[in-house]
């Protein structure tokens, strides 16, 4: 599987072979701390008055390098697709190795990062359900309105909680149709093969 990468991206991976591969190094080493951390705008104002370029333009060369290795550790490409979708930018070979490693050495690292970034979302524990129908009230004295009551149990971090909610059929049947659509869809292999390369 190859990464797509937008022309803008392409535009901030340009600086790369401007600049020496220990500093295309460092700006790897400042990726990875960009995960982890956050940004520093310290560290790009000193790397530019170092190499005499904008601040912005280090940046932007960070944040390059940043989503090309958290796409690749994402999707977890194999080496030879890391290279194939390097080429495409049209760097030296030195440079393509160069990048290479960097992946190879810290796509563990930064899916661990990722992972602790994901939102810990609610688990589904239990369902509870209950149709009501009015069927009169002072005003109409024949009616049918029905009501469907769920109370959903959920699981987060060790901690139960539940959550009420209140509906008409028509729209709970609409629901259940785009959820079974939902299922139909992860059953194509297309997301198949997205749901292999993300765990």
């Known amino acids: ?25 460092e700006f790897g080493r400042i990726a990875v701390e960009f995960l982890r951390r956050g940004s520093n705008p310290k560290v790009y ?19 390059g390098l940043t989503y090309l290795l958290t796409e690749s550790s994402k999707l977890m490409i194999s080496e030879l697709d890391f290279q194939d979708s390097v080429f495409v930018l049209g760097f030296s070979e030195e440079l393509n190795k160069l990048l290479l490693q960097l992946y190879l050495d810290n796509r563990k690292e930064i899916r661990t990062i ?18 009501d129908v009015q069927l009169a009230s002072r005003c109409l004295r024949q009616q049918i309105k029905p009501a469907v009551t769920i109370k959903l149990h959920l699981n987060q971090n060790g901690d139960h909680s539940s959550k009420v909610l209140q509906t008409d059929p028509a729209t709970l049947l609409h629901l259940v149709q785009q959820l079974e659509q939902a299922l139909e869809e992860m059953k194509t292999n297309h997301c198949r093969r997205v749901v292999r390369n993300i765990k």
Request: glycine share 4%.
């Open 1 to 25: 599987m190859l990464l797509d990468l937008s022309e803008e991206h392409k535009e901030h991976l340009a600086f790369l072979p401007r600049v020496e591969s220990a500093v295309v190094a």
């Open 45 to 63: 104002e000193g790397a530019a008055r170092k190499l005499s370029v904008s601040s912005d333009t280090v940046q932007h060369g960070v944040e």
């Open 114 to 131: 990722l992972s602790e970034l994901a939102p810990d979302l609610p688990s589904y524990h239990n369902l509870e359900w209950r149709l």
